[in-house]
T-cell receptor, first 114, second 113 residues
């Protein structure tokens, strides 16, 4: 079956530090990959996505590259801000399996301190 | 509407009771999904509707859980004989059709006491 493994948190960083949240996946087909973010008290929001190998998704200074050879989709940001404090979820959709369900990782809580 | 609306936002119920959770998707979105998010975990898939029919219900944990979407728009997740282990946030998402472009609602926090 499909699965997503992401680094466990919580992660605490100082403002302007570099962020990496690791994500690896297993899939029976050729998945699309996503990062979702959940800010305190809010619903899940799509942060970025990539649909094929070597694609780079980017948004709000965050980036992630679809690496088929290492089955990874690590999230990076060069300089985090306090407003980036949230829970980040890596996810995949394996539409080749005939269903469009998202498979999520457990989430990584990021706290950015001034 | 502008987004996916879920009601109620919070529900407290006694063990053994029946509950209904409602999801109102974005107008025109044919695909609708239910997920369950337990504390400290990522959302877990429950069921996917394409139009009025359940295209994939493989994530429903047991026969106490049932969902309907009779007119291809609003969906209701129904839980019978609730148990304390059912306590979680239930999320609904919709998309224009199966695949990318999901929009999530804010969820219903269900607490079974």
């Amino acid at each position: 079956g499909n699965s997503v493994t992401q680094m466990e948190g919580p992660v605490t960083l100082s403002e302007e530090a570099f962020l990496t949240i690791n994500c690896t996946y297993t899939a029976t087909g050729y998945p699309s990959l996503f990062w979702y973010v959940q800010y305190p008290g809010e619903g899940l929001q799509l942060l970025l996505k990539a649909t094929k190998a070597d694609d780079k998704g980017s948004n709000k200074g965050f980036e992630a590259t679809y690496r088929k050879e290492t089955t990874s989709f690590h999230l990076e940001k060069g300089s985090v801000q306090v407003s980036d404090s949230a829970v980040y979820f890596c996810a995949l959709v394996d539409s080749g399996a005939g269903s469009y369900q998202l498979t999520f990782g457990k989430g990584t809580k990021l706290s950015v301190i001034p | 509407g502008a987004g996916v609306s879920q009601t109620p936002s919070n529900k407290v119920t006694e063990k053994g009771k029946y509950v209904e959770l409602r999801c109102d998707p974005i107008s025109g979105h044919t695909a609708l999904y239910w997920y369950r998010q337990s504390l400290g975990q990522g959302p877990e898939f429950l069921i996917y509707f394409q139009g009025t029919g359940a295209a994939d219900d493989s994530g429903l944990p047991n026969d106490r859980f049932f969902a309907v979407r009779p007119e291809g728009s609003v969906s209701t997740l129904k839980i019978q004989r609730t148990e304390r282990g059912d306590s979680a946030v239930y999320l609904c998402a919709s998309s224009p059709m199966g695949g990318n472009g999901y929009t999530f609602g804010s969820g219903t926090r269900l607490t079974v006491v």
